[in-house]
DNA sequence: GCCAACGTTGGC
DNA sequence: GCCAACGTTGGC
């Protein structure tokens, strides 16, 4: 199993909104970024992910799963765009700041330390295991 | 609100 | 195919 990051801005799409959707989940639209799409072209039903509140909050504040593979962004205008279903699994026990993040040695690697723009992330179990730990959730 | 980093676009 | 200009993102 991958695991992934996915990150928002609670304004436009926050944890909250994801929750509403239930176990339909719900498309991962509006990302025009190349990067970004491959790695949602690679990812598999089942996969785990972390959800991320970027600019105020800047903290990862739930789990998600991928419920669909990459199928063309129902809301682009240009076939090149993909996007994934993802659903929420649980909020996490204690949100996990960026600042915390920054601050353990063995996260210093992360893509959302190294490149904080991209909005969809690959993670590392080694990652997933050390935060779920730090977020109080079951890596599992 | 600013600015650095980055990606994309389009002229040549 | 290069590169300057521009737009966007997100941390600070």
Known sequence: ???WLFKSEP?????????SKGAAGE????VRNYQARNFMRAMKVGDKGFFYHS?????IVGLVEICAEAHPDSKADDPRWDC???RALEPVQHPVTLDQI??????????????????????TEAEWRHICKMAGVSAD
């Open 11 to 19: 304004s436009t799409w926050g944890w909250d909104d994801q929750v």
């Open 55 to 59: 600019q105020k909050e800047k903290a």
């Open 84 to 86: 994934v279903d993802i």
């Open 27 to 30: 498309e991962w639209d509006g």
């Open 1 to 3: 199993m991958a695991y």
């Open 102 to 123: 920054k601050a353990e040695p063995e996260l210093a690697d992360m893509v959302l330390v190294r490149n904080s723009r991209l909005s969809v992330q690959p993670v």
